[in-house]
């Protein structure tokens, strides 16, 4: 293909996402929507996949039955979330074994909010609250978005986000009701993921070189700066009405732009735990690679069942 | 030995009376475990009352970029929508 018609091509295509049109599989795309869709997927994928170890590491301890029910079906619907994502993102001609490797080599990111430790029951009710909360309003963004496969499980995914929420806010609200003990596990599991969930919105708008180009693909319908603020807005009063603190005392409810002012994140700690240097960056990477090193004979053994299974039905034809 | 588990397409009818639908894909060695994959991952809340798998390799699909000259027959045929016939106002359902 000549530069001129490669031109036409790309002007007829952003033309199509511009009127809403979405892109399917076999269409003709930029190599640079593609690339960047192939990474953006497979990462969001390997978040849902990451993001089940420190919630996986609760389940033989919920306290109820109740709990342990709710916590177990979460956990693999967040599984199953990994699952959507990992075809969405195959269909676009990467395999899934490129992006496992990609993610245990360290290639590949992952949200850094699962580099945090879960350490107390309360962290499963501040993750469903908190951290689902901003992945729902990240991903309620999404289901938008250009690319058909991508949009599709979108779609599925925040049919099942709410119920994650509702659980953890529930954890939350029971243990702020209960003894001293129990609201002081509440409050420290508000105070340890407050900021690393502000976080999950990635870098400040300056600081964000590619908005302009995914706002364009509908990768993005609103600045990272927008969903914090949106984010913060709905969270303060919930805690409000538990009755625990967002641990930031520059907190303050702004008349002038109906929302909450809020104090300075800290940048440093989060390019810290992007690069790998978070309190639980090599242990997730450990659990994973395991999980799959130790998994090749089964899925070896499946294989060469169902091929012998093949074979005997092929013979059985003759 | 390394071999993937293939691709599988996965269909599923809400409920009966509504067609089978396209939900995604996953790997699966076989078709039964594909079958079973497909319970776990596309109807974990009661999405489905049937389940259809096929290996994503015996699909064969249009190429989007013949669209033109693929779709292009049904195109000047005005004459198969009901609206292409002139009737006289007195009548109203027809
Ligand atoms: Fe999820
Ligand atoms: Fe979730």
Redesign the pocket.
């Known amino acids: 293909m000549s530069e001129e018609q490669i031109k036409n091509l790309e002007e007829q295509f952003e033309a199509r996402i511009v009127r809403d049109d979405k892109i399917e599989p076999k269409d003709w795309m930029p190599e640079k929507y593609r690339q960047t869709h192939i990474r953006q997927i497979s990462q969001h994928a390997h978040?849902?996949i990451v993001?089940m170890l420190p919630e996986g590491n609760w389940i033989t301890r919920a306290p109820s039955l109740r709990r342990k029910v709710a916590l177990l079906a979460k956990v693999q619907?967040?599984g199953?979330?990994?699952l959507y994502l990992y075809s969405a993102a195959e269909t676009l001609g990467i395999s899934r074994d490129e992006m496992f490797e990609q993610l245990h080599s360290g290639k590949a990111k992952y949200s850094s909010i699962f580099n945090y430790p879960a350490l107390t029951w309360a962290d499963m009710g501040a993750i469903g609250w908190l951290v689902?909360g901003a992945?729902i309003i990240n991903?309620v963004a999404l289901c938008g978005t250009s690319y058909g496969p991508y949009a599709r499980a979108m779609v599925r995914?925040c049919k099942?986000?709410s119920f994650?929420q509702r659980q953890g806010y529930e954890i939350m609200l029971k243990l702020s009701e209960g003894t001293q003990e129990q609201k002081d596990m509440a409050q420290d599991a508000l105070n340890r993921f407050w900021w690393p969930s502000l976080m999950m919105f990635g870098p400040k708008d300056d600081e964000s070189p590619h908005t302009a180009q995914s706002m364009k693909w509908k990768l993005k319908r609103k600045t990272n700066d927008d969903l914090r603020q949106q984010f913060v807005d709905q969270t303060v009063p919930q805690a409000e009405l538990i009755g625990l603190t967002i641990p930031d005392p520059d907190l303050k409810w702004n008349e002038d732009k109906k929302g909450y002012d809020f104090g300075p994140i800290d940048w440093d700690e989060f390019w810290q735990v992007v690069k790998g240097h978070g309190p639980c960056n090599k242990e997730r990477m450990k659990a994973r690679v395991n999980a799959w090193e130790e998994g090749a004979w089964v899925r070896d053994a499946a294989m060469a069942y169902a091929e012998k299974q093949q074979e005997r039905k092929e013979k059985q034809a003759v | 030995m390394k071999k993937n588990w293939p691709l599988w397409e996965v269909f599923v009818r809400s409920k009966n009376g509504l067609e089978h639908r396209h939900f995604g894909s996953l790997h699966a060695a076989d078709a039964d475990m594909a079958l079973e994959n497909a319970r776990d991952v596309y109807t974990r809340r009661n999405e489905g009352v049937s389940i259809w798998v096929v290996e994503s390799k015996h699909i064969t699909a249009s190429n989007p970029e013949h669209n033109g000259e693929l779709f292009e027959p049904a195109q000047d045929k005005v004459y198969r929508h009901p609206t292409f016939y002139n009737l006289p106002d007195e009548i109203k359902h027809m």
């Open positions: 978040s849902e993001g619907d967040e199953g979330h990994g689902d992945a991903q995914i099942e986000e994650h």
